[in-house]
């Protein structure tokens, strides 16, 4: 507990001189800073070589904190009741006198909001005077990290310190909803699409549409592990990795499992780390058999599938 709390203060000494850190979170590693300081949040862009026309996601502690800097409404409350501290961020608007960073929100009048369920960082930013604007810690359009030493892999000695919080239970990003004007999910994520369009229409009828770049992950090529890959395929070629949702009776060197059992959310727990895997082991391209599309398989598809442009 002594090691935890010393990087605690470690974590908050760095960010209270306008320093960028690495912080976990149940859906991926962030790469954080104060969200109202415009010298720190140009920081973040600087080190992800991210185009200042990208927004980022601010995370909070709780409600009170949000409304410092954010209008809500009853649609924001549903939600928020029901899956938060957890893998999902929120299209809000802005009041008029939020000290957050022009640098955010890209001059816009709306910012997207989260408040993530990892312990270390809820006890982070729960001592701290500020929101941490905090997009995944990794290069622009490459895989997000689900490690300390993902992140470390991305940045090195660029980043000043990375608060260990072990592998990210969820391991893909959080799911985006646009609640400005008619609730939209704007990006697919840690939490199954129909969950929440349950909560505002009629189950048959989805919220979910390919929209211009509001926020993070909408970009065509994205999640990329810097290597060629291919989707739905059923006989990979032998210099190939062949990435699979489950175990076979049968495997060879070139065979990576996302899990033992068809099990979506284990899948999508191991994507990110699987990926990296592979580049590591220097292979030149992935197939990729044919993922469910229903849950979070929707998700791991979506992820592939700009992995792979």
Known sequence: MKNKLSNIKKCI???NNNECIGIPTETVYGLAANAYSDKATLKIFK????????????HYYNLNDLKKDCLIDINFMKLYKKFCPGPISFVLKLKRNSCISNNV??????????????????????????????????LSKKISPVSKNDVIDEFGKKIKFVLDGGQSKIGVESTIVNLVDKPKILRLGGIERKKIEKFFINKNKKIYKKNKIIVPGQGKVHYSPGIPIRLNIKDPKKDEAYVLIKKRKFSKKNF????????LKEAAKNLYKTLRLIKKKKFKSIAVEKIPNIGLGETINDRLTRASK
């Open 105 to 138: 929100t890209n001059k816009k009048k709306t910012m997207a909001v989260r408040f993530p369920r990892h312990v270390l960082t809820r006890r982070l930013l729960k001592i701290l005077k500020f929101p941490l604007a905090a997009p995944s810690a990794n």
């Open 47 to 58: 080190l992800k070589k991210r185009p200042k026309k990208n927004p980022l996601i601010v």
């Open 13 to 15: 000494n760095y960010l």
């Open 256 to 263: 990576y499992y996302l899990s033992k059992k068809n099990n």
